[in-house]
């Protein structure tokens, strides 16, 4: 949630965000993306999405490591609705047992 957090308060000051991730982390970044895009900010384009891979030396051999950059962006040049409301998570529906 802290990257979440760190995403939404990047979108006050920017039309768009970039998550890069590498090796084991890249399913975070995914994650992170997603939480942002379904639960806080509604008025998103379609994420754009490059993934490669880097070759590290490893003492005397090479590894490669998959790397991937997610970036959000906002439809249009103005956000349709205030941060601080979407910000707030979004109403949940109640459980089919607690409707009267």
Known sequence: ???VMAVLAT???QDTVEIKARGRSISTAVDVAEIARNRYIDNLA???ITIETEKIMDGD??????CMTI???KEGTEAKEPLKKAMAPKE???PVSEIK
């Open 1 to 3: 949630m802290i990257y």
């Open 11 to 13: 979108f006050n000051n």
């Open 46 to 48: 379609k994420p754009k």
């Open 61 to 66: 051999a090479v590894r490669n490591v998959s």
């Open 71 to 73: 970036e959000l962006s």
């Open 92 to 94: 949940e529906s109640k």
